[in-house]
């Protein structure tokens, strides 16, 4: 069984670790403790049941891409595809947590295809 730290958590939320140790102090997240330690340890299990409790979707938010690795992705400023957004070229998804704009790779492949560049290679 594979226990991750509340900042691994915090990244695969795209929230501040802060906001994990709040839930494990609301008891809205159960966390494991090792033997010897105390530090707190979450599963699986356990994450999934924090996604659900904060309304994520049920895509995955590790492949999804920020501002800025989109910019880079279509070497333009962060600000063209804030702009972009905003005018309803590109379609964003706001997570539960912050207001931040992320891209699917799903997204960012109609877009790439519409102006002919090849399509993006998924992250893992």
Known sequence: M???R?????????????????????????PVKLPGSRYNRFT??????LRTHMGFPGY??????????VAEMFDV??????????????????????????FTPQELNRLRQEIGLPPIQEQA
Do not use: F, W
């Open 2 to 4: 594979e226990l991750c």
């Open 6 to 30: 509340p900042s691994e958590v915090a990244e695969m939320l795209d929230v501040h670790p802060n906001s994990v140790r709040e839930r494990v102090k609301a008891n809205i997240l159960q």
């Open 44 to 49: 699986a299990e356990e994450i999934d049941r």
């Open 77 to 102: 400023h962060p600000n063209t595809i804030r702009k972009r957004a905003r005018e309803d070229i590109l379609c964003t998804i706001k997570l539960p947590g912050n207001n931040y704009n992320r």
């Open 60 to 69: 995955d938010v590790a492949r999804l891409y920020h501002v800025g690795q």
